[in-house]
Nanobody, 122 residues
Framework: QVQLVESGGGLVQAGGSLRLSCAAS????????MAWFRQAPGKEREFVAA????????YYGDSVSGRFNISRDNAKNTVYLQMNSLKPEDTGVYYC???????????????WGQGTQVTVSS
């Protein structure tokens, strides 16, 4: 059974940084992509970034490109999202997700974590 556990959320001022972690377990993920999505109150879930465990594909959403960086540690089965130059509009619940292959849409992903709250104050 696949488990994804996010951590690292919190409250930060605009312009600050946070690093989220997603620990994955339950299967071999070598052919999988891992992604981060976020959801603000009253809005649809939005793609943030994705990476394949093989490292041959990385993709960012337009709203975070140049500010966020996704990476993975294969030995720890953990994916990270380094978030810099945070803005109030980055506020939301951040979810880790996994799928075989690659994708950037919500329905591409089969497995989801419980989410971690990120709040950026102005």
């Amino acid at each position: 059974q696949v488990q994804l556990v996010e951590s690292g959320g919190g409250l930060v001022q605009a312009g600050g940084s946070l690093r989220l972690s997603c620990a994955a377990s339950g299967r071999t993920f070598s052919s999988y992509a891992m992604a981060w999505f976020r959801q603000a109150p009253g809005k649809e879930r939005e793609f943030v970034a994705a990476i394949r465990w093989s490292g041959d594909w990385i993709y960012y959403g337009d709203s975070v490109s140049g500010r966020f960086n996704i990476s993975r540690d294969n030995a720890k089965n953990t994916v990270y999202l380094q978030m810099n130059s945070l803005k109030p509009e980055d506020t939301g619940v951040y979810y880790c997700a996994a799928c075989e292959g690659r994708g950037w849409r919500v329905y591409d992903y089969d497995y989801w974590g419980q989410g971690t709250q990120v709040t950026v104050s102005s």
